[in-house]
Structure formats: C-alpha cells, structure tokens
C-alpha cells in the first residue's frame, strides 16, 4: 500500500501559499535575488513601473532567507488551515491578498526601503484566529490580548529600536485581521 494516498492536501489555500513562497525563495537563490528586487519585494517606485502593482502582492511571497520563511510559515501552517475551515479557502484568499495590498501599499507611503514577507499576513492571521470562538455580544478575551501584546510589542519595538523589521507592516497585518473578524462574524449568534 502507497503511504502517500493517505496524505491529504487539507488547506489548499494555506499550503499553495507556503508552497509558492518556498518556490520563491528557491527562484530568490537561483537568480542571486533578482526575482526579489523584480516581482517580490515593495519599494517606492513610479507609477508608470508595470511591475509596481503586482509586487503589491508578491511582496507576501518573498523571503530574505529560510529563517525569515520558516518564522512566518510556522505560523501560518498552524493557524491557517483553522481559519480556512472557518471561512473557506476562497474567503481567506481574498482576506489574504487584501492584507498584502494594504500593507504593500501602505509601506511604499511611508518608507523609501524595500520589503518582503508574509509578516504582514502572519499578524492578520493570528488576530483573526482570535474570532473562531465569538460569541454574539462577547468579545473574547483572547483578543484583547492579543491585540495588547502583538500590536503593543510591535508599536514598541517600532518607536524604540531600528532594524530592518517592518514593525508597521505587523501593525497593519493584525488590524486587517481585527477588522475582517469583525466583519465576518457580525451575523454570529
């Protein structure tokens, strides 16, 4: 008997993502990091650059390394197919490439670096699963704390320290998470 045929592909959305950006980071190392500066980082450019929009959202595909793929992916292979389950791959698709967007977006506002990572996604993630419990007219508790210590650590460490983290892209990430929670279980009973 094929051990194989009892492995099931369980969370397509979640696992094509960490397989994509796998593949990335595999391209990332066969190019000396070309493919990163080209399609999968975010950085300031003029709108008449083609390729500015889709790094919008391929910058959630880029890693600089395996450490920085394995820290957001472990979390993303825990959370996600939870939340997959609970909204559907098509919803946490889009809930996905929305945060993608608006943290690319927002980062190529406010700073003249470049970026890439699914921290951003990660930090949606993680806030979102806070909801998979809700009650109608309860706010969980589990929320408070983590909007408390991921979007305080990260505003903390933001003002008082430099480094090459996006701390405001961690920010944004989690809010989007917050406000799809919210949004998808409005009607919750």
């Given at each position: 008997?094929?051990?194989?045929?009892?492995?099931?592909?369980?969370?397509?959305?979640?696992?094509?993502?960490?397989?994509?950006?796998?593949a990335?980071l595999?391209?990332s190392?066969?190019?000396?990091?070309?493919?990163?500066?080209l399609?999968?980082?975010?950085y300031?450019?003029?709108?008449?650059?083609l390729?500015f929009?889709?790094?919008?959202?391929?910058h959630?595909?880029?890693?600089?390394?395996?450490?920085?793929?394995?820290?957001?992916?472990?979390?993303?292979?825990?959370?996600?197919p939870?939340?997959?389950?609970?909204?559907?791959?098509?919803?946490?698709a889009?809930?996905?490439?929305?945060?993608?967007?608006?943290?690319?977006?927002?980062?190529?506002?406010?700073?003249?670096?470049?970026m890439m990572?699914?921290?951003?996604?990660?930090f949606?993630?993680?806030l979102?699963?806070?909801?998979?419990?809700?009650?109608?007219?309860?706010?969980?508790?589990?929320?408070?704390?983590?909007?408390?210590?991921?979007?305080?650590?990260?505003?903390?460490?933001?003002?008082?320290?430099?480094?090459?983290?996006?701390?405001?892209?961690?920010?944004?990430?989690?809010?989007?998470g917050?406000?799809?929670?919210?949004?998808?279980?409005?009607?919750?009973?």
């Amino acid at each position: 008997m094929n051990p194989f045929k009892r492995i099931q592909y369980n969370a397509p959305v979640t696992l094509t993502f960490a397989l994509l950006s796998l593949a990335v980071l595999g391209l990332s190392r066969l190019t000396g990091g070309a493919s990163d500066r080209l399609l999968f980082s975010v950085y300031s450019a003029p709108l008449t650059d083609l390729l500015f929009y889709p790094r919008l959202l391929g910058h959630a595909l880029g890693h600089a390394g395996m450490a920085h793929y394995f820290n957001n992916f472990v979390i993303v292979l825990l959370v996600g197919p939870m939340l997959e389950e609970r909204y559907g791959g098509k919803w946490l698709a889009i809930m996905m490439a929305v945060t993608a967007f608006v943290t690319g977006l927002l980062f190529v506002l406010i700073s003249e670096h470049a970026m890439m990572g699914a921290s951003g996604i990660v930090f949606m993630l993680i806030l979102l699963s806070s909801f998979t419990n809700l009650k109608k007219g309860k706010i969980p508790l589990t929320l408070i704390l983590a909007l408390v210590i991921f979007i305080g650590r990260e505003a903390f460490y933001g003002a008082t320290t430099e480094s090459n983290i996006s701390h405001m892209t961690h920010i944004i990430g989690g809010l989007c998470g917050a406000l799809f929670g919210f949004f998808m279980n409005r009607n919750v009973e």
